[in-house]
């Protein structure tokens, strides 16, 4: 899934046990996950990582056709004490610790929306382009300790084209605290009948102009899935990336004839330079 994104699909949650005094002398990062980009380097002010990614990915929702796509990566960040305020590509948003062990984040996003053209074998023609549209994404991890190396989260996703809601567990991997090492999560993913409609549903119309069967989906249990984060730290200023992620939809979505596979899954990797 795109936005487990994160679509995006997101998404993670510890175990050893640190000084209160070591995990604020050595942490850098506002808290030290791989999927969270910080590039200020523990430093109130501004600062800058840009970069690029490559994807092996579905070429929509419930597809199986799979293909590579080129993405830019980074971000530009205002920090100021523990809190960070970004603009990502599309997403504009802040995100904030508290108390050690609560990371709370917002994000306004824009959902490009599916595209006829995004299926190479035409599985999509007759059901027109998908809705475009802005989406408000909040979301609240809670660790058991300062270090982070478990915890839970949860993400709730609104917009014009409906609501999905995300909850899980994660652990992190590794030692330091400086945002590299990695993590993998556990999620269960439910939507809204909009949501899941957006994405796999039919209308009388699209059904006569596809040859597809008319389908609606009510809102619900949507898919499990699992995502595995890695970031090394080269240096000062390089850092190297990597993702894996993989998502089971429900009986429901499976149902649809839009979904021609039972599962998306997606790797990639890339590279960041922090100015």
């Keep these: 899934m795109k936005k487990f994104t994160g679509l995006l699909l997101t998404m993670f949650i510890h175990g050893l046990f640190f000084q209160t005094a070591f995990a604020q002398n050595e942490r850098t990062a506002l808290v030290p996950l791989p999927s969270v980009d910080d590039f200020t380097r523990g430093e109130d002010g501004w600062a800058l ?53 609560w990371l709370l984040e917002a994000l306004v996003g824009f959902d490009e929306g599916r595209k006829e053209s995004d299926s190479g074998k035409g599985r999509l023609d007759g059901l027109g382009d998908g809705d475009e549209g802005v ?42 605290l400086d945002g590299s090492g990695s993590e993998i999560n ?14 796999f549903g039919i209308t009388a119309a699209q059904s006569a102009a596809s040859g597809l069967n008319a389908t609606r989906l009510s809102g619900g249990f949507r898919s499990l899935g699992i995502n595995y984060n890695y970031r090394h730290i080269i240096n000062r200023n390089w850092q190297i990336f990597g993702e894996a992620l993989y998502e089971h939809y429900s009986s429901d979505v499976r149902a649809s004839p839009i979904a021609r596979s039972n599962y998306e899954a997606e790797v990639g990797v890339g590279i960041i330079y922090v100015f």
């Design 49 to 101: 990582g840009l970069g690029v990614g490559i994807e092996y990915e579905a070429a929509y929702e419930g597809s199986d056709e799979f293909g590579f796509e080129l993405d830019p990566a980074g971000a530009v960040q205002w920090r100021r004490g523990d809190n960070i305020f970004f603009w990502a590509g599309e997403a504009l948003g802040w995100r904030g610790l508290r108390a050690d062990t």
């Design 135 to 176: 989406e408000l994404v909040l979301q609240a991890r809670r660790a058991f300790d300062a270090d982070w190396r478990h915890w839970l989260v949860g993400r709730v996703v609104t917009g014009e084209n409906g609501n999905l809601g995300l909850f899980g567990v994660g652990r992190r991997f590794g030692d330091k």
């Design 186 to 199: 556990l999620v269960a993913v439910f939507h809204d009948s909009k949501f899941a409609n957006k994405d």
